[in-house]
């Protein structure tokens, strides 16, 4: 129902090179509080839509788009203040430790954060919150990031490839916290995992020659269902 819809994009084409679109006329729809997983092979596109709803990518073409109902542009400050992203790498603000950074991220986004010991525990940071974020291994930096996006809790939150880095005990709490999203707002995620997509999501969408070709839902949603459209065991 139109009344349940968070965001909408239309016919969207996203391209590094002009003339050799990587996405082309994708539409994609986001549910108020739902987890979605986006799939598809290396190369299908999963990252560059995640950059484009970022505002990163400045060559795109896009026929309508909706936010809360409303017209809006992925630079518009208001839209800019609902979502957060955590990409698979990040090297951003390396001389904020962990908890300078997360405080210029409430700052910024204008939020209270709440007790976050059972992230810092979760995740097993206890250790590194006072340390320069360049000075963190891959995983731990991974954590940094995380942390902050389930502290923030926005409206819309994108994750890229959120598994990548992690160990298997952070992995497994990441999976609950996904699992748990949808009641502060709609979680959009990339992964070339299947667990990490079939046992978080309300919805599937598979990622193919630029567009969204196919949806599972329900029961649905069962590595064998996804394995057979993508028919390419090796990158899953």
């Avoid at 139109?2 to 239309?10: F, G, I, T």
Wanted: aromatic share 12%.
């Amino acid at each position: 129902m139109d009344s349940e819809r968070l965001l909408s994009l239309n016919k969207l084409s996203v391209w590094y090179t002009a003339g050799h679109p990587v996405l082309s006329d994708l539409s994609l729809d986001l549910r108020e509080q739902e987890v979605v997983g986006l799939i598809g092979l290396n190369g299908a596109g999963k990252t560059t839509l995640i950059k484009t709803m970022a505002g990163l990518l400045a060559g795109y073409r896009l026929e309508s788009s909706l936010w809360g109902g409303r017209s809006f542009s992925f630079r518009d400050k208001q839209f800019k203040r609902c979502r957060y992203i955590v990409f698979a790498e990040d090297r951003s603000f390396q001389y904020f430790t962990f908890r300078e950074y997360l405080a210029y991220a409430a700052a910024s986004y204008g939020v209270w954060l709440p007790d976050i010991s059972r992230l810092i525990k979760g995740f097993h940071f206890e250790d590194y919150t006072d340390i320069l974020l360049k000075e963190l291994s891959t995983g731990n930096r991974k954590k940094a990031y995380l942390i902050t996006a389930f502290a923030l809790r926005p409206r819309l939150l994108l994750l890229d490839e959120p598994v990548n880095g992690l160990d298997f005990q952070s992995t497994e709490f990441l999976y609950r916290l996904m699992g748990e999203y949808r009641q502060y707002g709609t979680l959009l995620f990339s992964s070339h995992i299947l667990e990490s997509i079939c046992l978080t999501s309300d919805r599937v969408l598979v990622l193919e020659q630029g567009k969204i070709s196919r949806t599972f839902t329900g029961g649905k949603i069962a590595a064998g269902n996804i394995r057979e459209v993508l028919s390419d065991g090796e990158n899953i």
